[in-house]
């Protein structure tokens, strides 16, 4: 079968507004004041006025497609249901909830996309400063600006290597997947490419466009990206349970891979299941969080606890396709979403404005995914009620 790469997955399907929770009883006070129901292990509030989103989210949830995972709905100030579904963690007999860690893959797009709105805010960078400023040795990336590669309209190709030799070469794809490589290869293979398209003149998902912004953070700073998202980011939201890749950090057991998923040997390139370190996708998909950290950061993001209006606005400008680290999924209505995915896991953060329940935040956490098109029916259900 055909190798794809599906890591750092850009947002095709659309994944529900849930999460996940209970193999007992939740931790306070994420949960306080919401039902619990043992059979079903949801929590959900009791208020009238969430009827509809409540009974959307138990039909779903209760569907036997229902991939295994974490699922949460909530609004600036309260949740509204919570499920853990079928996995456990690497216990054996905690179901997975709100706290339990996967790997968002490229939900890690919004973390870097804040971080470089914030350095903007203190005046360290402009988001039309030139590459070359950063990479003057980039020659081929005359044109290319900060903001063209929050926004994906720089041409630059998806990987840093080309897709058919990451393809074909396995020693070349085990070695790119395990952190093998320093920043000064990746930099290398990357600088002599040719871009796909002239600046600009189109959008096209790309994971190096936020590699590179991680290392221009590393550059402004002197701190590794890790280190800075965990002093301004984590810190401030109250994300105990997040980090970016550490070894033998996950708590969440990732479901068997399906074979033929991929044209290698899958448990020799990660025979932990999971990423390890994973340096050369920092900034575009190396992070690992948990629906309640996800959802503080979610309402501290749009609160303005993190950045200020005036950088929301450039972070959801979607106009020419891409926000910063957001697509626009609305349809009455804008919707903000944005997926990843990596070997094991399959994540969903979706955020939106309604004028009945205010803000509306959907975290949806898997361990691999087995049916696709049910995230995205019920994505669609939601959006179809709020």
Same mark, same amino acid.
């Given at each position: 079968m055909?190798?794809?790469?599906?890591?750092?997955?850009?947002?095709?399907?659309?994944?529900a507004?849930?999460?996940?929770?209970?193999?007992?009883?939740?931790?306070?006070?994420f949960?306080?004041?919401?039902?619990?129901?043992?059979?079903?292990?949801?929590?959900?509030? &009791?208020?009238?006025?969430?009827?509809?989103p409540?009974?959307?989210?138990? &039909?779903?949830?209760?569907?036997?497609?229902?991939?295994?995972?974490?699922?949460?709905?909530?609004t600036?100030?309260?949740?509204?249901?919570? %499920?853990?579904?079928?996995?456990?963690? =690497?216990?054996?007999?905690t179901?997975?909830?709100?706290?339990?860690?996967?790997?968002?893959?490229?939900?890690?797009?919004t973390?870097?996309?804040?971080?470089?709105? &914030?350095?903007?805010? &203190?005046?360290?960078?402009?988001?039309?400063?030139?590459?070359?400023?950063?990479?003057?040795?980039?020659?081929?990336?005359?044109?290319?600006?900060?903001?063209?590669?929050?926004?994906?309209?720089?041409?630059?190709?998806?990987e840093?290597?080309?897709?058919?030799?990451?393809?074909?070469?396995?020693?070349?794809?085990?070695?790119?997947?395990?952190?093998?490589?320093?920043d000064?290869e990746?930099?290398?293979?990357?600088?002599?490419?040719?871009?796909?398209?002239?600046?600009?003149?189109?959008?096209?998902?790309?994971?190096?466009?936020?590699t590179?912004l991680?290392?221009?953070?590393?550059?402004?700073t002197?701190?590794?990206?890790?280190?800075?998202?965990?002093?301004? #980011?984590?810190?401030?939201?109250?994300? @105990?349970?997040?980090?970016? =890749?550490?070894?033998?950090?996950?708590?969440?057991?990732?479901?068997?891979?399906?074979?033929?998923?991929?044209?290698?040997?899958?448990?020799?390139?990660?025979?932990?299941?999971?990423?390890?370190?994973?340096?050369?996708?920092?900034?575009?998909?190396?992070? %690992?969080? %948990?629906?309640?950290?996800?959802?503080a950061?979610?309402?501290?993001?749009?609160?303005?606890k993190?950045?200020?209006?005036?950088?929301?606005?450039?972070?959801?400008?979607? @106009?020419?396709?891409?926000?910063?680290?957001?697509?626009?999924?609305?349809?009455?209505?804008?919707?903000?979403?944005?997926?990843?995915?990596?070997?094991?896991?399959?994540?969903?953060?979706?955020? %939106?404005?309604?004028?009945?329940?205010?803000?509306?935040?959907? #975290?949806?956490l898997?361990?691999?995914?087995?049916?696709?098109?049910?995230?995205?029916?019920? #994505?669609?259900?939601i959006?179809?009620?709020?």
């Amino acid at each position: 079968m055909r190798y794809r790469i599906r890591f750092f997955l850009i947002p095709v399907i659309i994944a529900a507004m849930l999460t996940g929770c209970a193999a007992g009883k939740s931790s306070m006070p994420f949960t306080e004041g919401l039902a619990y129901d043992e059979a079903d292990h949801t929590w959900t509030t &009791q208020e009238e006025a969430f009827r509809k989103p409540v009974r959307i989210m138990r &039909q779903e949830c209760s569907a036997p497609d229902t991939d295994s995972g974490v699922y949460l709905l909530a609004t600036d100030d309260r949740v509204i249901f919570l %499920c853990g579904v079928s996995a456990v963690e =690497t216990d054996g007999a905690t179901r997975v909830n709100e706290y339990t860690v996967f790997e968002i893959g490229s939900v890690t797009k919004t973390f870097t996309a804040t971080a470089v709105l &914030q350095l903007w805010e &203190q005046g360290k960078l402009d988001l039309d400063d030139p590459l070359g400023k950063y990479f003057p040795e980039f020659e081929k990336g005359a044109g290319i600006t900060i903001r063209r590669l929050l926004h994906m309209q720089s041409g630059l190709r998806r990987e840093f290597f080309p897709a058919e030799d990451l393809e074909n070469d396995h020693d070349l794809l085990k070695k790119y997947y395990t952190d093998g490589f320093s920043d000064e290869e990746l930099l290398a293979a990357l600088f002599e490419a040719e871009p796909g398209h002239v600046p600009e003149t189109g959008y096209e998902y790309s994971n190096v466009n936020y590699t590179l912004l991680a290392i221009i953070i590393e550059k402004i700073t002197g701190k590794s990206y890790g280190a800075y998202i965990r002093e301004h #980011i984590f810190s401030v939201c109250g994300m @105990e349970h997040s980090y970016c =890749t550490e070894p033998g950090r996950l708590t969440s057991v990732p479901e068997p891979v399906p074979e033929g998923t991929y044209a290698f040997d899958f448990n020799d390139v990660f025979p932990t299941g999971y990423m390890s370190d994973f340096r050369t996708a920092r900034g575009a998909g190396d992070i %690992c969080s %948990c629906a309640a950290d996800l959802l503080a950061f979610d309402r501290a993001l749009t609160g303005g606890k993190l950045i200020s209006r005036e950088s929301l606005d450039e972070m959801f400008n979607t @106009e020419n396709g891409y926000g910063c680290g957001w697509l626009n999924v609305g349809r009455l209505e804008p919707a903000y979403l944005h997926s990843g995915g990596t070997p094991s896991y399959i994540s969903h953060n979706l955020y %939106c404005r309604t004028k009945k329940y205010g803000s509306l935040y959907l #975290i949806i956490l898997n361990p691999s995914l087995r049916n696709p098109s049910h995230a995205e029916g019920i #994505i669609k259900n939601i959006l179809m009620n709020y």
